[in-house]
């Protein structure tokens, strides 16, 4: 499971700030077992941003918003909706905001913060990759994440060594930030490249305490040397003195 939880609504409704109308998309699966994108949470960010005054052109909860496959059909019904919103609100993971924004053609705003549980997870299938940094950073980069796309995971642009549209570091690789900048050009957001993205606060990329319970950090317990044992305790004095 990935564990997300939804930005502050202030974050929010600054993303939407210049939007009408927006579409929201949640998860069944993991955001919906973190509390962060369901059924119930999607129909109370649409009260809430109903009552800020956004027109909510639909809703949708699909199965697993990671597959693309999925958020292509799970969409079908929804294309006039979609069509009609500004922009598409979705409550997930960063990899689920990563597969939306790569399927549609729409802008897209993560509504969640990805949380890093400690531990590994198993690699995704799909070519969307995060690094549960706990404050998305998708907003900004047209929906590619540049913490996993670009080799450096550098969040303020590109490097400069790229080398036609590939890596300096891996000529195997794509620049992430080339990436980044054709995805923005291709919805029209390359306004986008003046913010100034806030250094990463890196607490919030550490596993919080509670999460260090993972099979990874029990592992780790194993391998240290057991405690030396506790001394015997005194036993209690119970009988009583008694004077000749
Ligand atoms: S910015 Fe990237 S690493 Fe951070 S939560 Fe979003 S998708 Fe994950
Ligand atoms: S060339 Fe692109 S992907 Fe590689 S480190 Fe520089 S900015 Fe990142």
Known sequence: MILSEQKPLEEIQAYLEKDKSVFILGCNGCAQS????GPKQVA???DKLTAAGKIVTGTKVIDFLCSKALVKSGLR??????AAADSVLVLT????IQAVAASINKIVYPGCNTVNMGGTRGEWEGSERCNECGQCLLFHT???CPITACTKSLVSGACGGANKGKCEISKDRDCGWELIYNRLKAKGQLNRLADMIKPLDHKKIMP?????????YALENIAKPPAPPAPPAKPANTVKEVKA
């Open 34 to 37: 973190s509390g962060s994108g």
């Open 44 to 46: 109370e960010m649409k």
């Open 77 to 82: 019904g929804r294309v006039d909706q979609v």
């Open 93 to 96: 993971c960063g990899i689920g």
């Open 142 to 144: 047209g929906g590619v």
């Open 208 to 216: 919080r305490p509670e999460m260090m319970s993972t099979p990874l």
